[in-house]
């Protein structure tokens, strides 16, 4: 029953869709189209998917991928999830609302996971007021977040308050997939940061092979300085990644890595092309276990503060 036309509202018979899929386990596959919903969509129960378009196929005059979640509706998260294993793949997702998240994790999720998404900022879309993706809770791990292209949608790309939890939580992984390189870009004159940790403790950390665009504003891969844990990431790893400054207008506080209190930290093989940057790393407490094979360019002031 769902017409994903971009105009028709498509609540009704995508929230009967999803209660099948849950009850017969099974997968939702969107297909070609754009999906249009102004009601939140709370994700409950058997873990799924919800999958775009697998194939090649774009939207027509456009470099988006085929199927796109549009949202119409007020100030609340699109999605809220309170189940665990739970996936997004090949799809873009367009904020035309006031929508504050993408989706809140209630209490944290195990194993949640976006592949090949597309957040689409620019004419005609609105930023998400908080995040793409929030997290409120303690159980958030298995994490991964792969081929994502992000251009300013967002204050915060993942914003995790562990709400002064600090129990240790498992892995979280950011980076390319096996088809679309990640790509997190501020734009649009609002400051970005991919990861930011609150009150919470990480067994481990890793961004590898992604592409970070400092384009209108701040950019920020990494920052664990909003109240931190005594041991907020054990093992945090940053590798193969590209940094680029470009015309970054308002920009005045250039730090690719806000890092306290992590107690091993692995930065290598990384390019960063700084164009005046005024410090890479911020680093309070934290121990650089290594730090090698590192290239940068135009790099004025400290590059680890």
Request: charged share 15%; proline share 3%.
């Amino acid at each position: 029953g769902c017409v994903m036309d971009g105009t028709t509202l498509d609540d009704g018979a995508f929230a009967a869709v999803r209660a099948y899929a849950s009850l017969t386990k099974r997968n939702v596959y969107l297909g070609i189209g754009r999906l249009t919903l102004s009601v939140q969509q709370a994700l409950t129960g058997d873990p799924y998917a919800i999958v775009g378009e697998l194939g090649s196929t774009k939207q027509d005059g456009s470099t988006l991928p085929a199927a796109s979640i549009i949202w119409k509706g007020g100030a609340e998260p699109m999605f809220t999830a309170d189940t665990t294993w739970f996936k997004f793949e090949a799809m873009a997702i367009e904020n035309q609302g006031t929508a504050t998240d993408f989706i809140e994790l209630i209490s944290g999720s195990i194993g949640f996971t976006l592949k090949d998404m597309y957040f689409v900022n620019g004419s005609g879309h609105t930023p998400f007021t908080r995040s793409c993706v929030r997290s409120t809770g303690n159980r958030l791990g298995y994490g991964m977040y792969s081929g994502i292209v992000c251009q300013g949608p967002a204050p915060f790309f993942i914003d995790i308050d562990g709400q002064g939890t600090g129990v240790g939580v498992t892995p979280i992984t950011i980076q390319s997939s096996d088809s679309t390189r990640s790509l997190f870009e501020s734009n649009g004159g609002t400051a970005m940061t991919v990861l930011n940790i609150k009150d919470e403790t990480f067994d481990s950390v890793t961004i590898r092979d992604c592409t970070f665009n400092q384009q209108g504003n701040e950019l920020t891969a990494v920052s664990t300085f909003d109240t931190p844990e005594t041991r907020t990431i054990d093992v945090f790893t940053f590798e193969n990644n590209e940094w680029d400054k470009g015309n970054a207008v308002g920009a005045t506080s250039d730090v690719v890595l806000k890092l306290e209190n992590v107690q091993n930290a692995n930065i290598n093989n990384n390019h960063w092309n700084g164009n005046s940057v005024i410090n890479l790393i911020d680093a309070r407490n934290t121990n650089f276990t290594s730090f090698n094979g590192n290239w940068w360019r135009s790099c004025s002031a400290e590059l680890i503060k």
